[in-house]
C-alpha cells in the first residue's frame, strides 16, 4: 500500500528534475534547428524543388492586409501620389438652381414643408357619389380622375416624410383624406362601367335602326326625316297607281253589273212572210 502510494509523487519528483536539467544546460548543448513545417529561411521557403516546379513568386495583391492590424496594402495604387480633395463647407457652396415649375413639386402640396400640418390635412369635403358623376362629362371624368391621383401621391409623399422624419403626428388625419379620395375613383369606375354597358347595349340596338350606319361606309347616322320623304314620294306613287286600278276596276265591275234593256222589234224590220201581230186593243 505505501508503495502504491509513494509511485505518483516519485514520477511528478522525475518529470521535475528533467525538466530542470533542461533549463540549466548549457547552450551549446541546445538544439537550434527549427523542425517546423513552416519557417522564413531561404531553404524551406522553396517548397516544390523537382524539375519542372512552379516559381515561389507570391501573386496575391491583398498579401498583408489585414482589418485587426490596420495594415495596409504592399501594392502602390494610382492615386497614392495624388492629394486628396477638401470638403468644402456648405457657406461657400454656390446656391443650387431649381426650375420653380418642375413636375416634382407637385408631389407636396405646400413647398416651404415636406408634410402638412394635421390641421391642413383635416380640411376635406366628402366624396363625389355615383348619381352626380352621372352626369358629368367623359372630360370632366377625365380630369378629376387624375386630381385624385396627385392628391394621393402627395398624401403618400408625406407621409413617407413622416415616416422618415419620424415626426409621429398627421398620419390619422392623412389616412383619412386618403379614403375619401378612393371612394371618389371607385364612384368614377362605377358610373364608367355603367357608361360602357349602356354602349354595348346601344351597339346592340343600332345593328337593328336603318337610320344608323355600322359598317364604315358613309355617313354613320341618317336621320328619318330624309329617309321618310324618300319613302313618301314613292308610296305616294304607289297609291295613285293602286287608286286608279281599283276605280277602273269598279268601274268594269258595275258595268257588268247593269241588267240589260228589252228589246223592242222595228216593224220595218219583220219579213213580210210574217203576220203582224195585232196591235192591242184599248
Not at 14 to 35: D, E, K, N, Y
Not at 82 to 93: D, G, S
Not at 246 to 262: G, I
Amino acid at each position: 500500500m505505501a508503495s502504491a502510494a509513494i509511485r505518483p509523487s516519485l514520477g511528478a519528483f522525475g518529470r521535475i528534475s528533467s525538466a530542470a536539467a533542461a533549463t540549466t544546460a548549457p547552450r551549446s548543448l541546445v538544439s537550434t534547428t527549427q523542425t517546423a513545417s513552416l519557417s522564413t529561411t531561404t531553404s524551406l521557403l522553396k517548397r516544390h524543388k523537382y524539375p519542372g516546379a512552379r516559381d515561389n513568386k507570391d501573386y496575391s495583391k491583398h498579401r498583408g492586409e489585414s482589418a485587426i492590424r490596420r495594415t495596409g496594402t504592399r501594392w502602390r495604387l494610382s492615386m497614392s501620389d495624388e492629394p486628396l480633395p477638401k470638403p468644402v463647407p456648405r457657406e461657400q457652396l454656390p446656391p443650387i438652381e431649381t426650375d420653380p415649375d418642375h413636375g416634382l413639386w407637385e408631389f407636396f402640396a405646400n413647398r416651404k414643408t415636406v408634410a402638412n400640418a394635421p390641421e391642413e390635412d383635416a380640411k376635406y369635403g366628402r366624396s363625389w357619389s355615383v348619381e352626380e358623376l352621372r352626369h358629368k362629362s367623359w372630360d370632366d371624368l377625365h380630369r378629376l380622375w387624375w386630381v385624385c391621383v396627385k392628391e394621393r401621391n402627395r398624401i403618400a409623399t408625406a407621409n413617407w416624410e413622416r415616416n422618415k422624419s419620424k415626426l409621429g403626428f398627421g398620419e390619422a388625419e392623412a389616412l383619412a383624406r386618403d379614403r375619401e379620395v378612393r371612394a371618389t375613383m371607385r364612384a368614377i369606375k362605377h358610373a364608367l362601367t355603367e357608361r360602357f354597358y349602356t354602349w354595348e347595349d346601344a351597339v346592340k340596338l343600332a345593328e337593328n335602326d336603318p337610320e344608323v350606319n355600322l359598317t364604315g361606309d358613309g355617313p354613320a347616322f341618317t336621320p328619318r326625316d330624309y329617309l321618310e320623304e324618300g319613302e313618301a314620294t314613292a308610296a305616294e306613287g304607289e297609291q295613285q297607281q293602286q287608286v286608279a286600278e281599283a276605280a277602273e276596276a269598279a268601274e268594269e265591275t258595275a258595268v257588268k253589273a247593269q241588267p240589260a234593256p228589252p228589246v223592242t222589234p222595228d216593224p220595218a224590220m219583220i219579213p213580210a212572210s210574217q203576220p203582224q201581230a195585232e196591235a192591242p186593243r184599248l
